[in-house]
Every structure is written in C-alpha cells, then in structure tokens.
C-alpha cells in the first residue's frame, strides 16, 4: 500500500521559512517524480514544484521560483519543500504527488498524500 505523509506545515509570519517534507512508504521511490501542489479555499489546485528522480531536475511554478527548494532523498525516501520569503498568497494546504511517468506541472499523478495546512499572516 503505498502511502505519503506530509509534515512540517503551520502557522508562520509574512518573511519567514517553512521547511516541508514528505515521507513514501509501499513504492519504489527512485522510480517516481515528486510533485508539490496547493489549494488555497476557493482556488484549484496548483503546481508548486517538482523533482524528477533519474536526474533530480527540479520544476517550479512562477510564484515561487526564488524562494521555494524542492530536494529529495532516496535513500530515505523523502521529498522535501524549503520555503523561504513566504507571503500570505503562500497560505494553503500543500499537497505531495508521485507519478512514474516523471514530474508534470498538471495534477495527473498516481498517489497522493493528505496534505499539511500553511498559514502565513501578514
């Protein structure tokens, strides 16, 4: 069964970091691109960043390329999202994906994880 667990969200002001991480279990990870999405209330979900797993290429949206990192562990089997400078449009629930085809910015992945709230005031 394979399963992905976010952590690491909260509350935190406008301007400071926020470190995100997911853990994959039942799935060969090397084997899957890793994607960061969010939904904001209201709002679709959107592609945030992604790391492919052959040449760890990395993918960001326009809105958080800068500030937001995405690196990932194989041997631990975790992605992880840096985000630094975060301003209140960051708020949202983010989401991990896994897709064996490879990062793509649209939300046609395999698996999902439950997703972890960020606030950021201002």
């Known amino acids: 069964q394979v399963q992905l667990v976010e952590s690491g969200g909260g509350l935190v002001q406008a301007g400071d970091s926020l470190r995100l991480s997911c853990a994959a279990s039942g799935l060969t990870f090397s084997s899957y691109g890793m994607g960061w999405f969010r939904q904001a209330p209201g709002k679709e979900r959107e592609f945030v960043a992604g790391?492919?797993?052959?040449?760890?290429?990395?993918y960001y949206a326009d809105s958080v390329k800068g500030r937001f990192t995405v690196s990932r562990d194989n041997d631990k089997n975790t992605v992880s999202l840096q985000m630094n400078s975060v301003k209140p449009d960051d708020t949202a629930v983010y989401s991990c994906?896994?897709?064996?085809?490879?990062?793509?910015?649209?939300?046609?992945?395999?698996?999902w994880g439950q997703g972890t709230q960020v606030t950021v005031s201002s």
């Open positions: 790391i492919n797993w052959r040449t760890s290429a990395t």
């Open positions: 994906a896994a897709r064996v085809g490879g990062v793509t910015t649209s939300v046609d992945y395999d698996y």
